[in-house]
Structure formats: structure tokens, C-alpha cells
T-cell receptor, first 112, second 111 residues
Framework: SAVISQKPSRDICQRGTSLTIQCQVD?????MFWYRQQPGQSLTLIAT?????????ESGFVIDKFPISRPNLTFSTLTVSNMSPEDSSIYLC?????????FGSGTRLTVV | RKEVEQDPGPFNVPEGATVAFNCTYS??????FFWYRQDCRKEPKLLMS???SGNEDGRFTAQLNRASQYISLLIRDSKLSDSATYLC????????????FGKGTHLIIQP
């Protein structure tokens, strides 16, 4: 299966600032996704990162708040902009392979 | 609204026991089903897919009941290392936006 390197693994940020999370895959993958897992909750899809075009966002998520880049088939970034304490969560990238989804190790974000 | 419901637990089970938990889903058009395991502060990892005929992988058995729209996971001869959160995932097709995750069932195996 693909190996995903996600960083940072954790961060504590001041409200009003932005954090960019990186996800590097060791092979070319067509579909990459960004999820959020809030405390005590399950995973929620933020957006699908499309290579060469704008990301496709799910209901409740907008590009201004969560800009995503996908410059090639092995890399993507998610930025959490103008953070507030409600953004404190785990953010995970994921790729789709033949047999299912593989997740990055996650970024644990705390906004103070 | 697509929903996947799981008993959050925690299930406290002595080592060596058999434990089973279920997951129900609301979307009858769901096509694929999975169990993921998530350890504390770790990412989810695929445990097994769930096939219509039921499938077994070592000590783990997964079953699907389409008529009643539930999926089950059975763990036999439980080990301490089985302690984790087990996520039920239902795929209605069409990419990741078709995936619905349950909130997970917390399993604690006690020595």
C-alpha cells in the first residue's frame, strides 16, 4: 500500500493565524482527500484534492477557509486559515487505492 | 442524510473472550463496507472489507446483512493488542464523498 508522510504531526497555534499541512505520497495517486476528525467524532470529508484544478469541497467547507493545493500526483497541502478554537481537530489526508483508503498519520491541531 | 450508527461502548472484555459489535447504516444503496481500526492518537487503518457472503481473517469475522442493513465484526480469542476503536465505514460509491464513517466502537481488552 502507499506510504503517506504527513506533517506537522501536531501544532499549537494562535487564533487568527494559518497553518499549512503537507501530505506526501510515495507513489502517484489519482485521488487524494482531506478529512477532519473532531474530538469524540468520526471522520468528516473536507474536500477532494484534484490535480491541476480546484479542490472539490463538501457542504460546510469553503475554499477561503481551507485552501488546498495539489501540484502533482504525489503531494497536497491543506491550509487552515484564520484559525479559531473550533478548528482544533485532527486533520488527515487520505488516498484511494485499489482495495480501499489509506490515511496519513494525521495532524493534531490545537488553537489557543 | 447518510448515517452509520455504532454503539460507542466502551466494551470492556477479558483477554481471550469473544466480542462482537454491530453497525447499522441508513443508505440502502450502499455498495461497499469496511471495518477500520484506529488506535489512540493514530490514523485509521483498514482492518477488513466486508463481503456479502461474510469473510474471515484469522480471529476476525465480518458479516453483512443487507436486508436489515447492518454489519457485524466478531473478534475471537481477544488479545490485549486488540484494544482500539473500530470504525464502521460504508461506501455508497462515487468517491470519498460517498464514504460515511461511524463514530467508532471503543474496545478495551483487560488482562
Amino acid at each position: 500500500s502507499a506510504v503517506i508522510s504527513q506533517k506537522p504531526s501536531r501544532d499549537i497555534c494562535q487564533r487568527g493565524t494559518s497553518l499549512t499541512i503537507q501530505c506526501q505520497v510515495d507513489s502517484q495517486v489519482t485521488m487524494m482527500f482531506w478529512y477532519r476528525q473532531q474530538p469524540g467524532q468520526s471522520l468528516t470529508l473536507i474536500a477532494t484534492a484534484n490535480q491541476g484544478s480546484e479542490a472539490t469541497y463538501e457542504s460546510g467547507f469553503v475554499i477561503d477557509k481551507f485552501p488546498i493545493s495539489r501540484p502533482n500526483l504525489t503531494f497536497s497541502t491543506l491550509t487552515v486559515s484564520n484559525m479559531s478554537p473550533e478548528d482544533s481537530s485532527i486533520y488527515l489526508c487520505s488516498v484511494l487505492e485499489g482495495y480501499g483508503y489509506t490515511f496519513g498519520s494525521g495532524t493534531r491541531l490545537t488553537v489557543v | 442524510r447518510k448515517e452509520v450508527e455504532q454503539d460507542p461502548g466502551p466494551f470492556n472484555v477479558p483477554e481471550g473472550a469473544t466480542v462482537a459489535f454491530n453497525c447499522t447504516y441508513s443508505n440502502s444503496a450502499s455498495q461497499s463496507f469496511f471495518w477500520y481500526r484506529q488506535d489512540c492518537r493514530k490514523e485509521p487503518k483498514l482492518l477488513m472489507s466486508v463481503y456479502s457472503s461474510g469473510n474471515e481473517d484469522g480471529r476476525f469475522t465480518a458479516q453483512l446483512n443487507r436486508a436489515s442493513q447492518y454489519i457485524s465484526l466478531l473478534i475471537r480469542d481477544s488479545k490485549l493488542s486488540d484494544s482500539a476503536t473500530y470504525l464502521c465505514v460504508v461506501d455508497s460509491g462515487g468517491g470519498a464523498d460517498g464514504l460515511t464513517f461511524g463514530k467508532g466502537t471503543h474496545l478495551i481488552i483487560q488482562p
